[in-house]
């Protein structure tokens, strides 16, 4: 019975989370969550390891099954005196980019075997951000109990705090110095612990070393102009020797938080500051930004496929992968995949700092995931004991070797086995370090309005829809209404 309604429930949710992507939360939400097969006009083989399904259809189909099956169908005196008492299932909500879920599902493996009586069951949720949160707060909304683990995040603590536990009350105030203390800080929430830090990102610049060498270059960029010059050059000698499908630069640009990353480090690379101030000053509309998103809206149909405007990380990852870029803005998680066996570049890219704007040095966008335990959890105690331990030092190291996810653990940085894998982990420190925060806290609970606001206005110049000086002109006032905040410059 239980079973049946926790199917049905699902199912509810599964179709709400359909009608959600496909009506969109905002007026551009992507409308393909699982994304990677086609990006729009790049008919790319398909380089990506596990093939990406339709993510909430996993939630439908997997649903609990096993241990509470039994009890339910063959209830004896004992289980109907004693309901579950021995046995308890935790859900977790999980992504699926790259190999996260599978490294997920090997994490929950471990865990119960080391935990008799528990189960644990990794629900795969959308790509792409907003529609993952999306997902999230339906089943917030209804108090649910249907997830226990969910995987947040590092822009979402402000926006969610209220739907989760406090974490220092479940043992992690004992662990929580191993961490980045900016991450603890930021996950930090009216002083509970709402998520505990799991893996951290920041965008980088992944590049062909084979093909700077065969065009002449003995270094990455370290400018915008400078890749584009780059770009441009490998591109056209790329084509003219047959290769129809190469293009010179791919990453981020359809109309959600991916966009916002990729669009922070250019305006933030130029010196047009982030947004919002840390100190709560509306900064977007000034010349700085203007200029390098209008540069960037030079890059599509030019460098970038026209499609770009459409791609997510995957996407992108899909065209480098498959051999026909030369330069990636993309996470540390692609850097695995890339070396894999099935892998068309393996061991013939490596990966720098972004360039930086002419007026201002490279950026790179804070990113990462934190484990944080639902309110509405069933089993909370166990739920944080899952969530501990999936975010401890052995779990983040196995996830670092396999996976290239950077730990947010400080002490893994300098364990040989992690630098051996990903040795940017340590040449490339200090661009994780200074990454550049999304103005997250500052704007919270309404982070995720600035940010849907603020991508639409990228994504409008992208297109050729609008010049950025009137797109950030109207993006300010509307930041305004919605914040109350001052306008300054960065
Ligand atoms: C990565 C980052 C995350 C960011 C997202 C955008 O998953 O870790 O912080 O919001 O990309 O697509």
């Known amino acids: 019975m239980l079973n049946r309604r926790v199917s049905i429930l699902l199912g509810v949710l599964v179709i709400l989370a359909m009608l959600f992507a496909a009506c969109g939360g905002n007026n551009a939400t992507p409308n393909n969550t699982t994304n990677v ?36 169908e063959e209830p004896t005196e004992e289980t109907a005196e004693e309901p579950s008492a021995e046995e308890i299932t935790l859900r977790v909500l999980a992504g699926n980019v790259g190999q996260e879920l599978l490294l997920t599902q ?19 949720t959308p790509d792409f951000v907003q529609d993952r949160l999306g997902v999230y707060l339906q089943l917030f909304e209804a108090q649910s109990p249907e ?13 969610l705090a209220e739907h989760f536990v406090d974490l220092n009350e479940y043992g992690a105030a004992d662990v929580a110095g ?31 070393t084979d093909l700077l060498e065969k065009y002449g270059y003995d270094a990455p960029p370290a400018t915008w102009d400078e890749l584009e010059e780059m770009a441009m050059a490998i591109q056209e000698g790329e084509r003219a020797e047959g290769n129809e499908d190469f293009w010179g630069y791919v990453w981020q640009g359809n109309a959600y938080e991916g966009l916002t990353c990729d669009a922070l480090e250019w305006i933030a690379s130029n010196g047009g500051g982030t947004i919002v101030s840390p100190d709560g000053v509306i900064t977007i509309n000034n010349p700085a930004a203007v200029e390098i998103v209008d540069q960037a809206a030079g890059w599509v149909g030019t460098i970038s496929p026209p499609g770009v405007t459409g791609y997510g990380e995957e996407e992108a990852r899909a065209v480098w992968q498959a051999g026909n870029a030369a330069f990636m803005r993309n996470w540390p998680y692609a850097y695995s995949l890339g070396n894999a066996e099935d892998s068309a570049i393996a061991g013939m890219f490596d990966v720098a700092p972004l360039p930086a704007g002419a007026s201002g040095s490279g950026a790179a966008t804070l990113g990462g995931w934190q484990l944080a335990v639902s309110r509405y959890s069933e089993h909370p105690e166990e739920a944080a004991r899952l969530a501990l331990f999936m975010a401890s030092a052995e ?21 040989p086995e992690v630098l051996e894998a990903s040795p940017f982990f340590g040449s490339l420190y200090d661009v994780f370090i200074n990454a550049v925060a999304r103005p997250s806290t500052v704007t919270a609970p309404q982070y995720n309005d600035v940010s849907t606001l603020f991508f639409n206005s990228v994504h409008s110049v992208l297109t050729g829809d609008a ?24």
Request: proline share 9%; net charge negative.
């Open 37 to 72: 097969e086609e990006p729009a006009d790049e008919p790319v083989e398909e380089p990506v390891e596990e093939p990406v399904e339709e993510p909430t259809e996993e939630m439908a189909e997997e649903p609990v099954e096993e241990p509470t099956e039994e009890m339910a």
């Open 106 to 124: 090997q994490a929950a493996e471990r865990f119960m075997e080391q935990n008799p009586g528990i189960t644990v069951e990794v629900l795969d």
């Open 147 to 159: 997830g226990d683990v969910f995987q947040i995040d590092v822009i979402w603590p402000g926006d």
């Open 178 to 208: 191993e961490h980045f203390p900016a991450i603890i800080e930021n996950n930090t929430v009216d002083g509970r612990l709402v998520g505990i830090p799991w893996f951290t990102d920041a965008g980088l610049l992944y590049y062909r």
């Open 395 to 415: 779990e983040q190291k196995i996830r670092a070797i396999e996976g290239s996810f950077n730990p947010t653990i400080m002490s893994l940085y300098e364990d």
């Open 467 to 490: 010049e950025a000086e009137d797109a950030f002109a109207e993006l300010e006032l509307d930041l305004q209404d919605l914040l109350g905040f001052e306008t300054g410059q960065p």
